[in-house]
């Protein structure tokens, strides 16, 4: 996550491959790693930040499972209860939360094109979280 938005890195190079729910796997064990240590460093929380919302938006519309979308919203507010008021001002201001509430109502207009994805979301998402 510290070499994401470097040209030549591993976000370039998962750009590359065209298989978009190998891509939504690859989130997912990032997801886990946050999961498993959300207290982000404060020296690097910036930038860790960063790179996270890049990959983020990257992922925002593939055809990728609900879950993972889900996920990625469940993370950001792991992320907001486990850090400190300066991290979570670092998250406000790389646009996180904004981020967050795209994803919500991504999912919810993908409604008539793919009801799973809403139903999903509904079902599975804490929305008291947003």
Same mark, same amino acid.
């Given at each position: ?6 040209? %030549?890195?591993?976000? +370039? ?6 298989? =978009?729910?190998?891509?939504? $796997?690859? #989130? =997912? ?28 938006? $990257?992922?925002? %519309?593939?055809?990728? $499972?609900? &879950?993972?979308?889900? &996920?990625?919203?469940?993370?950001? +507010?792991?992320?907001?209860? $486990?850090?400190? +008021?300066?991290? &979570? ?17 991504? #999912? ?5 094109? =793919? ?10 998402? =804490?929305?008291?979280?947003?």
């Amino acid at each position: 996550v510290y070499e994401v938005s470097k040209k %030549g890195t591993r976000l +370039a190079k998962l750009k590359e491959i065209e298989n =978009e729910q190998f891509q939504g $796997h690859v #989130l =997912e064990l990032i997801i886990d790693n946050f999961n498993k240590n959300p207290k982000l460093p404060r020296d690097t929380a910036s930038i860790i930040i960063d790179n996270l919302v890049s990959l983020f938006k $990257h992922i925002k %519309g593939l055809k990728i $499972h609900p &879950r993972v979308y889900v &996920r990625m919203l469940d993370v950001i +507010a792991t992320l907001t209860v $486990h850090n400190t +008021a300066e991290t &979570r001002s670092i998250m406000n201001k790389y646009r996180l939360y904004t981020f967050r509430n795209d994803i919500v109502i991504y #999912l919810l207009q993908c409604y008539k094109t =793919e009801p799973e994805s809403t139903r999903y979301l509904i079902e599975n998402f =804490e929305f008291q979280t947003v």
